[in-house]
């Protein structure tokens, strides 16, 4: 990332955090340039992350960023079944494709467009806004090494 796109999403992020009433911090800000670098990584990777940028940063005041963030949608909280809550910056209408070997997992556009999966057969009243999908699988690395659930 060269200096001008560094620049601009910083502003970018300043907004997102000023619009939700926010402070903007330098702790805020290496929190989620942690989570764009390192998409679904879980808290302990982004508070690593986060240390080596910046130096001395507690555990809880990365866990309060990061649900500070995700509670106003500036990055997005994810949890597939069996896993610990994992944070990435992409926020939009979008599915998962989870190794069952590996644990890796991977962003997946919606099947038929945009946010096609938002009309469910039947709402039963509920004004629905978002749906979470993850797909499982073996990855490919995992296939060429002989992996198979």
Known sequence: MNQS???H???DVAEALRAAGLQVTAQRLAVYHA???TPHAIADEICQAVRLELGVISRQAVY???NAMSEHGII????PAGSAARYEHRVDNHHHLACRNCD?????DCAIG???CLVAE???????????VTYWGICPDCLSHGGSS
């Open 64 to 66: 309060d960023a990061l």
């Open 104 to 108: 890796n997992l991977i962003d997946i």
């Open 5 to 7: 796109e560094f620049s």
């Open 9 to 11: 999403d910083q502003l």
């Open 122 to 132: 039947h709402d039963h009243g509920y004004q629905i806004d978002e749906a979470e």
């Open 76 to 79: 997005r909280r994810i949890q």
């Open 114 to 116: 945009e946010a096609p």
């Open 35 to 37: 989570v764009q670098a």
